[in-house]
């Protein structure tokens, strides 16, 4: 491992947020949209000093990527994660070696890029013609090479402020398009934004493209729904437990529904969840605190439903990605040319979606008691940077590094407001949480559940050892 030689609480202190220096950007402008430049000294919120190999590295993976791989590694539309893989890698400290493994481990099941269409690039200048070719995976090709030339005309900024937060049917598409597939092209985004990668950000913008609108409705609907309350915001925690009560809501998606969300909580209790979602209100002035509320709930939220009586700590692996999205918000919040305004309607959006998650996934229980009172099987709680190691030797998609990331990020941004209500985690918690997550990847069976709050979902998963569970209980 490359070159994290100092413990969590100084990588975590030193992380302020603010807009990066001169030296930073200066750095990264040798990025292109057809380019990958990865520097040592652009190695992400952690902010750490990376090595010249461990850049050289990662810029070569990513370009090869870039070049090579669909945005799609099978026909069913399962997400190619490896530039979020080698950027969670490398922004962590990880070596040349480790992300040369951790690509090794993942390229032999992409798809190849599929060639591209000149006139199909030049269509998609009109919206009418690129709104017939939407949600098209077979067009992936032509929207990145279509928004990396828009790229080299106007700059990624302005791109993005075009494609996501001008307010015309053309950016409302695409922003909603941002938040569909399991948040997966905003995720792609925050890698290009947080690592200012131009090439990222086209990748980000072509995923949304490909990918469908069914969220437009719900997103758009309960956002009007909002306007029509003076009523403050509760806090995020208080809303998922009215989820959980709701018993319409709760009980919406089924074993039997190929999508959950889609076929779950939207066709059977959509009254119902419109009715909760649309009390999340996110005032300008509330920006930080409220970003900060949401990152720390979706940690709080994940970490509960990774217990199940009498078995092994399992992380649900769709809560999973409400979590890894957060540090978007914490890039994006500190880009100065967007305006306030589209930063609180994203957060919003996220917000809403967490709730919409949580019933998908059966509302699993909501407590700190089995946080507070796990045993980590490394009985030195040493802080969790000391567990990468453990991180990089698993043959990972990207998912686990991911995880351990945001987490630690988590941790940082929740710290400001320790004093808050809204506050579930503190002290030796985070770092029990940053275990939690290694543990349960570690623990044999399946490295995830998908349906937290469903008994029948933990089945396949390990039992728990009696002396782990006699020690919790005292």
């Known amino acids: 491992m490359s070159s994290i030689t100092f413990p969590l609480r100084v990588v975590r202190s030193s992380l302020r947020f603010t807009r990066p220096p001169t030296t930073y950007r200066k750095l990264a402008t040798m990025a292109t949209a057809h380019t990958i430049q990865i520097t040592p000294d652009n190695a992400g919120l952690w902010n750490i000093h990376q090595s010249e190999s461990a850049a050289k590295k990662a810029t070569e993976l990513l370009q090869e990527d870039l070049e090579k791989h ?16 080698i950027l969670s890698l490398y922004g ?16 032999s099941y992409q798809r190849l890029m599929l060639k591209t ?31 990396q030339r828009e790229i ?11 494609y996501m937060f001008k307010g015309d049917e053309r950016s409302e598409d695409m922003l909603t398009r941002m938040l569909a597939g399991f948040l997966h092209p905003l995720i792609q985004l925050m890698y290009g934004v947080e690592w200012k990668q131009p090439a990222i950000v086209a990748m980000a913008l072509a995923q949304a493209a490909v990918h469908q609108d069914n969220l437009k409705s719900f997103l758009l609907t309960a956002e009007e729904a909002s306007k029509s309350s003076s009523t ?14 709701n018993e319409t809501l709760a009980t919406a998606a089924k074993s039997k529904d190929g999508n959950k969300i889609r076929d779950g909580v939207f066709t059977r209790a959509w009254d119902e969840n419109i009715a909760i979602t649309s009390r999340v209100k996110v005032k300008p002035e509330e920006l930080d605190e409220k970003t900060a509320e949401m990152y720390h709930t979706a940690i709080y939220e994940g970490a509960s439903a990774a217990f199940q009586p009498g078995k092994q700590p399992k992380f649900d692996f769709f809560l999973m990605h409400h979590i890894n999205i957060c540090p978007v918000f914490i890039a994006i919040n500190n880009q100065d040319w967007i305006p306030i305004e589209s930063k609180v309607r994203l957060l919003e959006w996220k917000i809403r979606m967490d709730l919409v998650e949580y019933a998908a996934r059966v509302c699993p229980p909501l407590s700190l008691d089995n946080i507070s009172s796990y045993f980590p099987k490394d009985k030195n709680l040493g802080p969790a940077n000391e567990q990468l190691p453990r991180v990089y030797a698993l043959n990972d998609d990207g998912h686990v590094i991911k995880l351990v990331r945001a987490v630690g990020l988590g941790q940082t941004v929740s ?17 029990k949480v940053s275990h939690l997550v290694i543990d349960s990847v570690e623990s044999g069976g399946p490295r995830w559940v998908r349906g ?3 008994p029948s979902a933990w089945e396949d998963v390990p039992d728990r050892p009696e002396a782990d569970d006699k020690r919790r209980l005292g």
């Open 415 to 431: 710290e400001k407001y320790e004093d808050k209500d809204w506050i579930k985690i503190k002290g030796d918690s985070w770092t």
């Open 232 to 245: 403050p915001m509760p806090s995020i925690a208080s809303l998922l437990e009215e989820v959980r009560s």
């Open 452 to 454: 937290a709050g469903d």
């Open 152 to 162: 080299d005309r106007l700059g990624w900024e302005n791109v993005l402020y075009e």
């Open 92 to 107: 962590t400290g990880a070596s040349a070696d480790v992300m040369k493994k951790g690509y090794a481990e993942n390229v």
């Open 70 to 85: 669909h945005v799609f590694f099978n026909h069913d539309g399962y997400h190619n994660h490896i530039s979020h893989h």
């Open 117 to 147: 269409h000149e006139k199909v690039i030049e269509d998609l200048k009109d919206w009418e013609t690129a709104k017939k070719r939407v949600g098209k995976e077979q067009y992936y090709p032509d929207f990145l090479a279509f928004f």
